[in-house]
């Protein structure tokens, strides 16, 4: 609403603050500043190669847990794979929206496209038919897109298993996948799966994800924002 309707409607007095009851930053800048300036002083990034620090403080901002470095596990790869892919223009294949509407579309260096295709008609019935959910099902329209592309997942661990699955098939390979479903049935489960893919199967796709059942669209985005772009 314009600041002009909203002066008719309050009869041209405008929006006023509430009365001041608690005391808090509200500096937008200043938060952001030393959200990760806290971050940093109270984690171990030691843990996470160097190249993916940036990477490891977005994630962790992205849910509010310092310890979430303890469960984080980065190929060494990832960032200069991610963004290398990036830069030259690759897509971003996305499990949920809200993954999707998470990347911050001023930080991607190539006006990139960002995929989601959980909506596409025909996702319904090849779920039905093959006896999987709509997110696994979607993935398989990635199939023209994939090849270097990058890849976020942060929803459906069928969504990671299938991808890997497709893989080992033969589909062909992106630069980098973020892989961190959330939940109770599968998501560790997957989440181990890809961290093994290379010495289970010969395919070592740079990545990184969070052992067990943490993740989400959150961190998964987050997660996309680092590897757009450098800066914090």
Not at 107 to 125: I, K, Y
Not at 177 to 202: Q, W
Request: net charge negative.
């Amino acid at each position: 609403m314009s600041l002009d309707k909203l002066d008719q409607r309050e009869g041209g007095s405008g929006p006023r603050p509430p009365a001041r009851h608690y005391e808090y930053v509200r500096s937008g800048p200043s938060i952001y500043v030393d959200s990760f300036a806290t971050i940093r002083r109270e984690t171990d990034l030691s843990r996470v190669p160097e190249s993916a620090e940036r990477l490891a403080v977005r994630m962790i901002h992205g849910t509010g847990q310092t310890d979430l470095v303890d469960d984080l596990v980065v190929h060494p790869e990832l960032v200069p794979a991610g963004r290398a892919a990036l830069e030259s223009g690759a897509p971003i294949l996305c499990d949920a929206r809200m993954v999707a509407v998470g990347v911050t579309s001023g930080r991607l260096p190539s006006g990139n496209e960002v995929h989601c295709f959980l909506g596409a008609d025909e996702v319904p019935d090849l779920a039905r038919a093959w006896g999987t959910t709509r997110t696994a099902a979607a993935v398989s329209l990635w199939a023209p897109y994939l090849e270097g592309a990058v890849v976020a997942i942060g929803n459906a661990p069928t969504a990671l298993f299938h991808l890997m699955e497709m893989l080992i098939e033969g589909a062909p390979r992106p630069a980098a996948i973020i892989g961190c479903p959330v939940g109770f049935i599968g998501a560790a489960e997957s989440k181990d799966a890809l961290t093994r893919l290379a010495a289970d199967h010969g395919i070592d796709v740079p990545y990184v994800t969070v052992r067990g059942r943490r993740g989400g669209s959150a961190i998964t985005s987050s997660a996309l924002n680092a590897l757009a772009q450098d800066a914090e």
